[in-house]
T-cell receptor, first 116, second 113 residues
Framework: AQSVAQPEDQVNVAEGNPLTVKCTYSVSGNPYLFWYVQYPNRGLQFLLKYITGDNLVKGSYGFEAEFNKSQTSFHLKKPSALVSDSALYFC??????????????FGRGTQLTVWP | NAGVTQTPKFQVLKTGQSMTLQCAQD?????MYWYRQDPGMGLRLIYYSASEGTTDKGEVPNGYNVSRLNKREFSLRLESAAPSQTSVYFCASRSKGLTGELFFGEGSRLTVL
């Protein structure tokens, strides 16, 4: 079964510092991995995805994620955090390759707080 | 471009009452999904519809039913609401292609007393 884990419920970082939000995965076959962000009282917004190819994936709002197959990780990163990045971040994994269902399985979420 | 629209945004029910959450997308997507979000639990899939005319159970389907009315609309029904169904419900649709991402509505906050 496909699953992801986000080991940190909360991440706190000062504005201007680099940030990392961690995600590890467990899948059958090659993983299709996603990051979403949720601002208060809003729906989830797509940030980026890894399907294949380059291990460093760039996404919206200056975020990037590094796929590491040996460590089964897909950590979200940003070189310089902004207060406006404060939100709830979700890692997700898709149904295995070959499936047309396209279901996503989400982690529990990590609350990122960037303080001024 | 409206994307995914959910109604209502807020609803309070008493135990045993029924209600339907409506969802519509205008992106011509084939696949649609209903998730619930609970604190510390992330999002869990309730039901999904891979295409018009088909529906199937997700991780937590008990107490819910769905209808894929047409390609645009996918509704979620609670026949006899229970306090355990207090949650925020999200509808989503998937962009085309095997690796397409999900587009989410703004959510419907349901409280069952």
């Amino acid at each position: 079964a496909q699953s992801v884990a986000q080991p940190e419920d909360q991440v706190n970082v000062a504005e201007g510092n680099p940030l990392t939000v961690k995600c590890t995965y467990s899948v059958s076959g090659n993983p299709y991995l996603f990051w979403y962000v949720q601002y208060p009282n809003r729906g989830l917004q797509f940030l980026l995805k890894y399907i294949t190819g380059d291990n460093l994936v760039k996404g919206s709002y200056g975020f990037e994620a590094e796929f590491n197959k040996s460590q089964t990780s897909f950590h979200l990163k940003k070189p310089s955090a902004l207060v406006s990045d404060s939100a709830l971040y979700f890692c997700a994994v898709r149904d295995p390759p070959g499936s047309t269902l396209g279901r996503l399985y989400f982690g529990r979420g990590t609350q990122l707080t960037v303080w001024p | 471009n409206a994307g995914v629209t959910q109604t209502p945004k807020f609803q309070v029910l008493k135990t045993g009452q029924s209600m339907t959450l409506q969802c519509a997308q205008d992106m011509n997507h084939n696949s649609m999904y209903w998730y619930r979000q609970d604190p510390g639990m992330g999002l869990r899939l309730i039901y999904y519809s891979a295409s018009e005319g088909t529906t199937d159970k997700g991780e937590v389907p008990n107490g819910y039913n769905v209808s894929r009315l047409n390609k645009r609309e996918f509704s979620l029904r609670l026949e006899s609401a229970a306090p355990s169904q207090t949650s925020v419900y999200f509808c989503a649709s998937r962009s085309k292609g095997l690796t397409g991402e999900l587009f989410f509505g703004e959510g419907s906050r349901l409280t069952v007393l």
